[in-house]
C-alpha cells in the first residue's frame, strides 16, 4: 500500500499517521474508523493556493465539500484561506454553523429547492450557481419578494466528453446538469439573467467529471469556455467576469492512477487562458477552480477490525471485516479500487490474494475483490487507504449499521471530530406507534 502524508511504519511494523499509531487509534476510538491527516490536507490546501496562481490574472481555489465536510472540516479550509462549495441545504447550514465567511461560500445543486434558497440569500453567500431556467425563476421571485440581491454564475455544460466512469462524467450532451452552451435559447436565457434587477449575473460556471488524468480535457474546456465567452459578448453584448472550471483532477488510488503534476500544469492551464483571451479579443475573466477528491482523498484511511476468514469450495479466499458498502459504497456504486495493508501486521509479506468483503446482506459488499495480504487473523486490523473523499460523505445507515467515528491526527494527537453512532441515534427519528 502506498504511504501518503504523514503515514510510516513504526518500530512495531504498525502503521503510523499523524504521528499516531493505528493500533492505538483503534483501542481507543474503536472500529471501523475514518483516520484523516490533517497535515495532509494542509499540505494540499497550499499546494492549490500557492500554484493556481498568476501575475495577470485573478484566481480563486473553492473546496467542493461534498468529498468530506464537517464543521472541523470548514473551520480548516476557512483556516487555510480557501472558499467553500456548497451544494445542499446540509451542506450550507454545516457552512453557516461553523461560521464560515459568507462571501466565499459557492452554493451549488441542479434542483436547489426554495428553502434552500431562501437560506442562500438570507444568509448573502457569495455566489450562487444557477442551474437551470425554472431555478432562476424562483430564484428571481424570492429576491423580488424580499427585496434582496444576490450574485450569480450560470452552469453550463460545453459538451465535453472526459475519459473516466460515466456516473462522474458531467458534461455529456444528456448530463443533469446545468443549461448547453449550444441550446437553441442559451444566449436569450442568459440576457434574461443579466437583465434582472435583483440579480447580477457575474459568469459561468462549467465542470467536465471527476477522476481526470487528461490534461487536455482541461485545457480544451477553458477553450470552448473562452470562445462561448467571447460569442456572449459579441451576440447580446454581455461581460463574463469570473470563469469557473470546476474540478475533477484525478488522484491516486491504485498503481494504475497517474494523476497531473498540478503546479506545472497550472502554470500553463492559466497561461493558456490569457493568451487565448487576448487572441479573442476579450477582457480575461477571473479564474476560479473546485478541487475536492484532491485535496481530501488521500488524507484518509479507513481502520477495521478482521473478524473471519473463509476460504469458499471454488478456492475464492475471504477476509471479513466489521464495516461495510455502508461506509464505503464507492466499490459497489461505480467499480471505485483501494489498496490495502494489515496495519498491525505492516512488515509481514503478503502471500495470497484475498477479497476484503463488509458485514452487509448483499453479495455486492465488497470493498477490494482482490488484493494481495499476509494471512489475516481474527482481530488483525485492515487498514483501506485513499478513503478521504466520499466515504464519509456517501455513508449510510443500510442494515442499520452505526455510522463510524472520524478522527483528525496531527502531531502525534488525534481529536474526534464526529462522533461514532450509537444504536440510540439509529433509532432516534423513529415513531413508535401502537401495535
Do not use: W
Request: a negative charge; proline letters at 3%.
Amino acid at each position: 500500500m502506498k504511504l501518503f502524508g504523514t503515514m510510516e511504519i513504526n518500530s512495531e511494523g504498525h502503521l503510523e499517521i499523524g504521528g499516531c499509531d493505528s493500533v492505538s487509534l483503534a483501542s481507543e476510538y474503536g472500529t471501523p474508523l475514518y483516520i484523516v491527516d490533517e497535515k495532509n490536507i494542509r499540505n494540499r490546501c497550499r499546494i492549490y493556493k500557492e500554484s493556481f496562481t498568476s501575475e495577470s490574472l485573478q484566481t480563486e481555489v473553492i473546496y467542493a465539500s461534498k468529498a468530506f465536510l464537517n464543521i472541523a472540516m470548514c473551520k480548516l479550509i476557512a483556516n487555510e484561506g480557501l472558499s467553500l462549495d456548497v451544494v445542499s441545504g446540509g451542506e450550507l447550514y454545516t457552512a453557516i454553523k461553523a461560521d464560515f465567511p459568507r462571501q466565499k461560500i459557492y452554493f451549488h445543486g441542479n434542483n436547489k429547492l426554495e428553502s434552500e434558497l431562501y437560506m442562500a440569500v438570507e444568509n448573502n453567500v457569495g455566489r450562487i450557481i444557477i442551474d437551470n431556467v425554472n431555478e432562476f425563476k424562483v430564484l428571481s421571485t424570492i429576491t423580488k419578494n424580499i427585496g434582496a440581491k444576490v450574485e450569480v454564475l450560470l452552469r453550463v455544460n460545453p459538451g465535453i466528453e472526459a475519459y473516466t466512469h460515466e456516473y462522474i462524467s458531467t458534461t455529456k450532451s444528456d448530463s443533469k446538469f446545468g443549461e448547453s452552451i449550444f441550446a437553441d435559447g442559451i444566449y436569450d436565457f442568459i440576457k434574461e439573467i443579466n437583465d434582472d434587477p435583483n440579480i447580477s449575473f457575474k459568469g459561468l460556471h462549467s465542470h467536465i467529471g471527476s477522476q481526470i488524468f487528461e490534461e487536455g480535457s482541461f485545457l480544451e474546456q477553458a477553450t470552448v469556455m473562452l470562445k462561448f465567452i467571447k460569442s456572449l459578448n459579441n451576440k447580446i453584448g454581455v461581460q463574463v467576469n469570473e470563469l469557473n472550471l470546476g474540478g475533477g483532477f484525478g488522484i491516486y488510488y491504485t498503481e494504475s492512477d497517474d494523476p497531473i503534476d498540478l503546479p506545472s500544469f497550472f502554470e500553463r492551464l492559466l497561461s493558456e487562458i490569457d493568451e487565448q483571451s487576448n487572441l479573442l479579443g476579450i477582457i480575461p475573466p477571473k479564474v476560479l477552480i473546485e478541487p475536492g477528491r484532491s485535496i481530501v482523498a488521500n488524507a484518509g484511511t479507513t481502520l477495521y477490525k478482521v473478524g473471519s476468514t473463509k476460504t469458499t469450495y471454488s478456492g475464492k479466499n475471504y477476509v471479513f471485516v466489521d464495516g461495510s458498502m455502508a461506509d464505503n459504497i464507492r466499490p459497489a456504486l461505480y467499480g471505485a479500487k483501494h489498496e490495502f495493508c494489515l496495519a498491525n501486521r505492516m512488515n509481514d509479506k503478503a502471500e495470497k490474494d484475498f477479497a476484503i468483503t463488509g458485514k452487509c446482506c448483499e453479495s455486492g459488499d465488497i470493498l477490494g475483490k482482490s488484493f494481495k495480504l499476509a494471512k489475516p487473523n481474527r482481530g488483525d486490523l485492515v487498514a483501506v487507504s485513499s478513503t478521504g473523499a466520499y466515504n464519509y460523505s456517501m455513508a449510510s445507515n443500510y442494515n442499520r449499521l452505526t455510522k463510524p467515528a472520524v478522527v483528525f491526527v496531527k502531531d502525534g494527537k488525534a481529536k474526534i471530530v464526529v462522533r461514532r453512532e450509537t444504536y440510540e441515534d439509529i433509532i432516534k427519528n423513529d415513531v413508535d406507534i401502537e401495535g
